[in-house]
């Protein structure tokens, strides 16, 4: 059993900076075999929802063209923890982002995850 929280989101002028938060939750030596790839995705109104980051256990990263120089995603291993630290936001990145978390159980599965979902509004 695997739970993802995020937190941070909220309301920020364009041109400011928001930092997400996701925490994963769970057995680490039950259900839970390792934590591989965890990412962000975005949905704003009336779009499909999209990659917008995402990084591999060893740190690998990669971006969405459209946030690349903007967006920094980091993970804490330790912590089982991936942050999305979001600079120089546009009235486009508003969207519902959520976190995922790609979870290999012990059955040998790879399963994705995802969060709630955390509302990040630009406004000019």
């Known amino acids: 059993q695997v739970q993802l929280v995020e937190s941070g989101g909220g309301l920020v002028q364009a041109g400011g900076s928001l930092r997400l938060s996701c925490a994963a939750s769970?057995?680490?030596?039950?259900?839970?075999?390792?934590?591989?790839?965890m990412g962000w995705y975005r949905q704003a109104p009336g779009k499909q929802r999209e990659l917008v980051a995402s990084?591999?256990?060893?740190?690998?990263?990669n971006y969405a063209e459209s946030v690349k120089g903007r967006f920094i995603i980091s993970r804490d291993n330790a912590k089982n923890t991936v942050y999305l630290q979001m600079n120089s936001l546009k009235l486009e990145d508003t969207a519902v982002y959520y976190c995922n978390a790609d979870v290999l159980v012990v059955t040998g599965v790879l399963v994705k995850y995802w969060g709630q979902g955390t509302q990040v509004t630009v406004s000019s």
């Open positions: 769970g057995s680490t030596s039950g259900s839970i075999f390792s934590i591989n790839t």
């Open positions: 990084i591999t256990s060893g740190g690998s990263t």
